[in-house]
């Protein structure tokens, strides 16, 4: 089988064998007298068997440079979006100067490459493929300034319909909640491997940014790999850990604060109108564009961040003295 048809075939396999994930009830709010009904979208969630597949179904591996993550599907309306940590893609950033044909003045626009989405084929127990797919960013947030978030955009549509549920209902989940993490630990080798935890803190502020924490396992890789409860809804992306028992997540809280400031609300909230293809081109991929001398260039990564809690992204490098990288 060429690798085209297996792509389209495992596409469409995806897509019928996620329907399920993908079922949408709607219920009719009550207005006073006179005014229209608002229909409100409520995701459904899949059933404590369903669990473990559907979780794996919405998690995929990005691969952005020298750098492995881990990303969140959300999909609606035929397009298929990707939540991951800014840190994960920041690696695909680069710049350029033009002329302002009006103004003549110069300016400096942030540009960034297509980030790879890796999905892996399963069959009797095994792995028996990958499929891999670009990913263009859409919405983009560093972790030196910002919220270090990234909403990426497949670029094929019709995916898949697997697709995330946030977690709106506005109370924070206790400490002791029992959660779930599924990322791609140590990169593509650790794909969709699912760990479980519990939320161990609360608030945690590091540089002045709010994370929550917890047990669950994560390693190198797992960077943008969301952690969920047990019914499957979506509390947090993973980040940063100083060791595979204490990592720190963006709650999703904050993650919702950025989406309103960053116009992305619809990529988590179903009841938010999608925008057109034309009007999503005209997003800015962020907010405020760094201003660098000279000519094009290509930015460096931005480290690993600080001592205390790295980044957990796994670096696919080639080792020094070798042609093959360290990753799969």
Do not use: C
């Amino acid at each position: 089988m060429g690798w085209g048809i297996m792509t389209l075939a495992f596409a469409t396999a995806m897509v019928m064998g996620t329907a399920l994930r993908a079922q949408e009830s709607t219920t009719t709010a009550a207005k006073p007298e006179g005014e229209a009904k608002v229909q409100v979208v409520k995701p459904a969630l899949p059933t404590k068997a369903e669990l473990p597949s559907y979780l794996q179904n919405i998690s995929v591996t990005i691969s952005a440079g020298f750098a492995q993550g881990s990303g969140t599907l959300y999909s609606r309306d035929g397009y298929s979006f990707v939540w991951t940590a800014g840190h994960v893609v920041d690696g695909l950033r680069r710049t350029r100067e033009v002329i302002d044909p009006v103004s003549g003045t110069r300016r400096t626009l942030v540009e960034f490459d297509d980030a790879k989405i890796l999905t892996e084929l399963r069959e009797d127990g095994r792995t028996v493929g990958r499929v891999e797919m670009d990913a263009r960013v859409l919405r983009f947030s560093d972790s030196n300034h910002g919220d270090d978030l990234a909403v990426l955009q497949v670029r094929k549509k019709d995916f898949v319909r697997a697709t995330a549920v946030f977690y709106t209902d506005g109370k924070i989940p206790e400490i002791g909640t029992d959660v779930y993490h599924v990322g791609s630990l140590l990169g593509q080798l650790g794909s969709n491997s699912m760990t479980k935890g519990i939320v161990s803190q609360l608030g945690r502020v590091h540089e002045n940014v709010v994370y929550d924490q917890t047990t669950a396992t994560a390693f190198p890789g797992s960077s943008g790999g969301g952690v969920y409860l047990e019914d499957g809804r979506y509390v947090g992306m993973i980040v940063r850990g100083a060791g595979e028992g204490f990592n720190l997540m963006v709650p999703v809280r904050r993650m919702s604060t950025w989406a309103k400031s960053a116009k992305v609300e619809w990529a988590m909230d179903p009841n938010v109108p999608l925008p057109s293809q034309d009007e999503l081109k005209k997003l800015p991929v962020e907010d405020v564009g760094a201003v660098f001398p000279g000519h094009t260039t290509q930015v460096k990564a931005q480290g690993n961040g600080t001592n205390e809690f790295k980044f957990w992204i796994r670096d696919i490098r080639p080792m020094e003295g070798s042609s093959s990288s360290t990753g799969t």
